[in-house]
């Protein structure tokens, strides 16, 4: 858990509602609130890392598990024929939420072709 108070964290402990779609002991999925996408939906660690930058070996199984259910839950949530998965990381990469997500944006007609922003 965050030392300073981490929006993430507090729906993984349910301080805060979110529309779970997925939940197993390691990672939670739910809706992105302010979706940018017909399917938006984010995936977290349910174990507080900021980013990318500060995962190492001790993530790697969680970080593996998330990208083999990826796929699934896209197809369960509504993407059946393509989805993007993006991380921000960062000042630079725009992050806003420092609890590490990763994006999962897709419905059933091709999103925007720019890579900047999810
Ligand atoms: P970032 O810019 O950090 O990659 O994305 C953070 C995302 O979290 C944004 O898309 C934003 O809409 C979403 N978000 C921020 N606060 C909440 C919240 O309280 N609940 C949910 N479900 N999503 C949130
Ligand atoms: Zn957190």
């Known amino acids: 858990m965050s030392q300073t ?3 993430f964290c ?8 979110a529309r779970k779609v997925f939940e197993d002991d390691d990672v ?10 017909s ?3 984010l995936m977290i660690p349910k174990r507080h890392v900021e980013n990318l930058y500060d995962a190492d070996e001790t993530h790697s199984a969680v970080l593996g598990k998330m ?5 699934k839950i896209a197809h369960e949530q509504g ?3 393509g989805f993007r998965l993006v991380a921000n990381n960062g000042r630079v990469g725009r992050q806003e939420v420092y609890h590490l997500h990763f994006h999962l944006l897709g419905g059933t007609e091709p999103l925007g072709s720019g ?3 999810h």
């Open 10 to 17: 507090k729906i993984v402990a349910g301080e805060i509602p």
């Open 28 to 37: 939670l999925v739910f809706h992105d609130i302010h979706p940018q996408a």
């Open 79 to 81: 993407s059946p024929d």
């Open 5 to 7: 108070p981490c929006i």
């Open 39 to 41: 399917m938006h939906l």
């Open 115 to 117: 890579m900047n922003r």
């Open 67 to 71: 990208m083999t259910i990826a796929g």
